[in-house]
């Protein structure tokens, strides 16, 4: 079984530290792919980071979201590269991130990590009509069912950067597990696990944006959104979850609905063994 990760690295640092749980897990990754916004950008980022890992796994940047540019971070001025890209013009990764998971699923069953907005995978269920089908399961991060609830000042970025491409992913039959900011909100990690996972990394990358991130909020604890989502799919008795149909509206709201047109598996909990495994 293969994996492959569609990540928006570079804002929230939980997307790095999620990719580093794929690699500390041996997870057969056939490629990451990049989404959301600078997707070049991006690519560069995390091929920076394998590289560091000396893993060869290849990196294909997607299409920027339709509605990335409506972002908070972007408009409360969240720098958009890292420094570290300077003198790594040169990397070599790809476009095509669409044609490459089409290609991919055609030779094996894939399982897709979906860690950022769906634009991509979206595209994949428009250009094909059979790739569902062919995809063995998506662990999906995006959504919330009560943003009122959680105190959650903004949309969810995921399903609200691209709530057709979410639309389209959740409505195609696909076996997908879906992680929603209700649960993924409060998993938080403090002081002292962050400074672990900032310590064992070579490539200083985590460390620069897990500082810059907390600055720019002015926190100390971190939310493991994707890092959670990875994990269900690394360990898969470590989440539980419960079969739901809901629409969706624009600023990435779910509504519970019977005769719902989307449908996932959706998590209600999981296990505190996860903190261990970070
Ligand atoms: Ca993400």
Redesign the pocket.
């Known amino acids: 079984m293969s994996y492959i990760l569609d990540?928006?690295?570079g804002v929230?640092p939980?997307?790095i530290i999620a990719l580093d749980l794929c690699l500390r897990n041996n997870l057969p990754l056939l490629a990451v792919t990049t989404c959301f916004r600078n997707t070049l950008t991006k690519a560069k980022i995390a091929k920076i980071f394998l590289n560091s890992h000396r893993h060869q796994v290849p990196v294909h940047y997607g299409k920027n979201s339709p509605r990335a540019g409506l972002d908070w971070t972007l408009k409360l001025g969240f720098p958009e590269t890292l420094g570290e890209l300077d003198g790594n013009e040169t990397l070599e990764v790809y476009p095509g991130a669409t044609d490459f998971i089409l290609n991919a699923s055609k030779k094996e069953k894939i399982t897709l990590l979906c860690?950022?907005p769906l634009t991509t995978i979206a595209e994949c269920i428009r250009q094909d009509k059979n790739f569902a089908s062919r995809v063995k399961a998506a662990y999906i991060?995006g959504g919330v069912f009560d943003r009122k609830a959680l105190g959650m000042p903004w949309p969810e970025n995921?399903f609200g950067s691209d709530p057709d491409a979410a639309r389209t992913v959740l409505g195609a039959k696909m076996k997908s597990y879906l992680l929603p900011a209700d649960i993924t909100w409060k998993v938080l990690i403090g002081p002292d696990k962050i400074k672990a996972i900032i310590e064992r990394d070579k490539s200083k990358l985590i460390s620069i944006e897990i500082n810059r991130w907390r600055e720019f909020h002015k926190i100390k604890m971190l939310k493991m959104?994707?890092p959670l989502t990875v994990a269900a799919a690394i360990d898969p008795g470590l989440c539980h979850f419960e079969y739901q149909r809901f629409d969706l509206n624009d600023t990435g709201e779910i509504i519970l609905k019977a005769d719902g047109k989307l449908e996932a598996e959706v998590c209600t909990g999981f296990e505190k063994r996860f903190f261990e495994m970070l």
């Open positions: 990540t928006d690295i929230d939980d997307d860690i950022g991060m995921n959104h994707d």
